[in-house]
């Protein structure tokens, strides 16, 4: 019975896989030891992770209800694991949560000067897939690996609590979505606020909730929904931005959970939805930022003529890496251009190619190297930032190629003719702009 309690009250919006869930909050909220970075983040900085560890202290955090994945590989990890799931029961059994029947309309201030304003929501798993030919509402943007998802749902499985560090993109010129959730919340005054965990910025949250929070969902994603849907009748409502292994590992507890589950069961499961935060492309405050390639241990030229053979399109070359960059990253350039970096030359492939960038290269790449090296696994490398991947292309055994901005007005077009994109194909802002945990909700109820 508690399960169909708790989801019975829950506002579905389920022609767009929609609900305004019920959020947990902590009582007294100290943002700056409550609230963490997403688990997926810093991977190899376990420094990192003891510094959080330092910040939260004997507090209650959301540090102690999540697995980073810097420690996904070491030896306590199912200890580990029983140690969250206790806790999260801990919490609520302590009563320090209060709960909102609403969404969450929230703006991240970030130690770059960024603000980005989010929508913090629930979504419906059976209205998304990460499958690379699908036509659903939701789907991933990036090419997701299976053999990541089992492990992660060793921790989902059984929880109490579900946290949010799932970013999902929506193609809205208009600002319906988000930008209307900020006029009804700023009516109201803030839910919480307060500085970010290690010097990562602010962040303020406001309750969106009621008959016009109602009337302004339905009304934004009717739009979204209409300008999302292409000839066929295949609508395409939002593409996950962040957390995509993690919204793919939702997904599959709900598909393993619902064969226990009648009818009925199915519809009120709390299971049968993930929360996320949903962040309009075009918002000021989101970056996208191409992840640019190196080769090594390849010929240059024989690369290159290799790559224009594929793509088409013309070279030109140049005398300073500043002109070369410069070029590459023209905003007004009619088709992709691709920076090619070595030892001794510098020259752009100039292409008629309108969709992005690296979704029309990484195959080429991958078909090159599948014939011509020797450990493609290390000849080939993703690298973040112009002046790091120009060094980087100078090296005697390395060749760099250097993409152009992300242009976020073909990516909902690209992925909806292609498929997700290839991997690492872009990156939403620095590493300390990701998504914090802030907000709860209920999952499993034993």
């Known amino acids: 019975m508690e399960e169909k309690y708790y989801t019975f009250f829950m506002k579905n919006f389920a022609k767009y896989g929609v609900q305004i869930p019920e959020i947990l909050l902590p009582k007294n909220i100290d943002l700056s030891s409550w609230s963490v970075i997403a688990c997926d983040q810093y991977t190899q900085d376990k420094e990192y992770w003891q510094n959080a560890k330092n910040a939260a202290a004997s507090k209650p955090s959301t540090l102690n209800l999540i697995f980073p994945e810097v420690y996904l590989n070491e030896q306590n990890k199912d200890e580990r694991i029983s140690k969250i799931q206790s806790t999260m029961k801990e919490y609520l059994a302590e009563n320090i949560f209060e709960t909102h029947e609403a969404c969450i309309y929230i703006e991240r201030k970030t130690e770059y000067g960024r603000t980005r304003r989010g929508l913090v929501l629930a979504i419906d798993l ?68 307060g500085d970010l965990m290690l010097n990562s910025g602010h962040i303020t949250g406001w309750k969106v909730q009621g008959l016009e929070a109602e009337k302004l969902l339905e009304t934004a994603l009717s739009a979204l929904a209409e300008n999302g849907t292409d000839k066929d009748g295949n609508t395409f409502l939002f593409a996950v931005g962040d957390g995509n292994h993690s919204l793919a590992t939702a997904k599959a507890v709900w598909d393993e959970h619902k064969k226990t589950l009648s009818d009925g069961e199915k519809e009120t499961s709390p299971v049968r939805y993930a929360l996320v935060e949903i962040v309009n492309i075009y918002d000021a405050g989101l ?55 070595s030892k001794n030359t510098l020259c752009v492939l100039e292409t008629s190619i309108t969709d992005l960038a690296i979704a029309a290269l990484q195959p080429v790449l991958d078909e090159y190297l599948d014939k011509n090296s020797k450990d493609k696994k290390n000849d080939i490398d993703y690298i973040h930032g112009t002046k790091d991947v120009v060094e980087l292309g100078k090296k005697s055994n390395a060749l760099s190629i250097l993409l152009p901005p992300i242009a976020k007005e073909s990516f909902f077009a690209t992925i909806n003719s292609r498929g997700p994109l290839p991997r690492k194909s872009f990156s939403m802002g620095e590493a300390s702009e990701k998504r914090f945990y802030v907000e709860a909700r209920k999952l499993f109820s034993k």
């Open 126 to 193: 059976e209205k998304y897939e990460w499958q690379p030919d699908s036509k659903a509402l939701i789907r991933a943007t990036e090419a997701t690996v299976p053999e990541r998802i089992p492990p992660r749902m060793k921790i989902r499985n059984g929880a109490a609590l579900e946290l949010p560090h799932i970013m999902l993109l929506a193609d809205d010129k208009n600002d319906a979505l988000v930008g209307g959730a900020e006029k009804l919340a700023k009516k109201n005054v803030s839910v919480y606020d």
């Open 287 to 341: 970056t996208f930022e191409p992840i640019h390639r190196v080769i090594f241990n390849q010929d240059f030229d024989s690369l290159l003529s290799f790559v224009q053979e594929k793509l088409g399109g013309t070279t030109r070359k140049f005398d300073s890496e500043k002109e070369l960059a410069d070029f590459v990253a023209d905003k007004d350039a009619s088709g992709a251009r691709y920076g090619f970096i």
